[in-house]
């Protein structure tokens, strides 16, 4: 089971919801043990309507990156086979948050595309 921070969490719905109706994307980072994610962290990509893409060029050298999160501006929170085929680009943990961008709108999934528990804490 993945930990992630209330504030990180509440980082990732504000930037979904300023996004809207565009797709966000952004990556996730842990700096602390126990599979924590504590950071949301953009870099230089592109938003669109129905796809979100990372310049892979911008993409920090950061060993502390484990994963990704996006927004879906429809009511899906499951990972399109465009999703899935892009997760182990980017590490082994990913969110997707859908429409109404709330903490109930929030899956992760593996870099395979298989559900996993997540909590979230102080």
């Not at 996004?19 to 924590?36: A, D, H, Q």
């Not at 999934?109 to 996993?116: A, I, N, T």
Request: charged share 20%; no cysteine; hydrophobic share 35%.
């Amino acid at each position: 089971m993945y930990l992630i921070k209330k504030e990180t969490l509440e980082m990732i719905i504000h930037a979904a919801k300023n996004t809207y109706p565009k797709e966000f994307i952004g990556l996730l980072g842990s700096r602390l043990e126990n599979n924590v994610i504590d950071e949301l962290i953009l870099t230089h990509s592109e938003y669109g309507n129905s796809t979100s893409s990372i310049y892979m060029d911008s993409k920090p050298v950061d060993n502390s990156i484990i994963g990704s999160v996006h927004s879906h501006p429809t009511n899906s929170n499951n990972p399109s086979d465009e999703d899935i085929h892009s997760f182990p680009k980017f590490g082994k943990i990913h969110l997707i948050i859908s429409y109404p961008f709330n903490i109930n709108a929030i899956k992760m999934f593996d870099s395979k595309g298989k559900l996993v528990e997540f909590k979230v804490i102080q």
